[in-house]
């Protein structure tokens, strides 16, 4: 499983960040951070999900109220939030 995250996106709501602390806030930007994550485009953040932290992963995404956060199966099959 993996995560994408559009920071550029990000509106700084920062629901997130309760639901998964692999994402933290980031005052000085007014956004949110995703630790271990790389820069796979312009302002767009990937990473795997460890298994133990999938349902986090999910939660994340069902958290921001901007759908900034996506979240694949390992198929590449987007499952969070719901297509």
Same mark, same amino acid.
């Given at each position: 499983m993996r995560v994408?995250?559009?920071r550029m996106a990000c509106a700084a709501w920062f629901q997130c960040i309760?639901?998964?602390d692999e994402f933290d806030m980031n005052m000085g930007a007014g956004k949110a951070d995703l630790n271990g994550a790389e820069e796979t485009?312009?302002?767009i953040f990937e990473r795997e999900v460890p298994e133990d932290a999938e349902q986090k992963a999910?939660? !994340?995404a069902h958290?921001?109220?901007i759908d900034a956060i996506i979240v694949y199966d390992d198929d590449g099959t987007q499952? !969070?939030?719901e297509p």
């Open positions: 994408e995250y559009n309760q639901k998964w485009d312009d302002g999910i939660d !994340a958290s921001c109220p499952v !969070a939030p």
